[in-house]
């Protein structure tokens, strides 16, 4: 299941997990897209924790960052994980870092 060509759910449950496929940008994240199809996702299935999985991923786009507040705020716990230095030193800058949970998986 995946929203545009960008978007990718890996796990659909109370803790579903997203991601984006190892792509290094998301400059062609449609936003607005995203976010409504996270919020009926997340409305039929009671998911409780969502988490996105940043593997390989460099860059985001500010948008993008306003997504996971927004989401953090209608209810489930957001996550992250295997976000780079470069993307945790502007979660760090921005502080959401405070709202979201960061894990760094080593394989």
Not at 20 to 36: T, Y
């Amino acid at each position: 299941m995946a929203v545009g060509s960008e978007l990718e759910v890996y796990s659909l449950g109370k803790l579903t997990v997203l991601g984006f496929g190892g792509r290094p940008m998301l400059d062609h994240l449609n936003v607005a897209e995203c976010r409504d199809w996270i919020v009926d996702l997340i409305k039929a299935n009671g998911i409780e924790s969502l988490a996105f999985d940043l593997t390989g991923v460099v860059v985001v786009p500010s948008g993008f960052l306003g997504l996971l507040a927004s989401l953090r705020k209608i209810g489930p716990e957001v996550l992250l994980f295997n976000v780079c230095d470069d993307i945790r030193e502007v979660l760090e800058i921005t502080h959401l870092d405070r709202m979201l949970t960061i894990h760094q998986v080593e394989v």
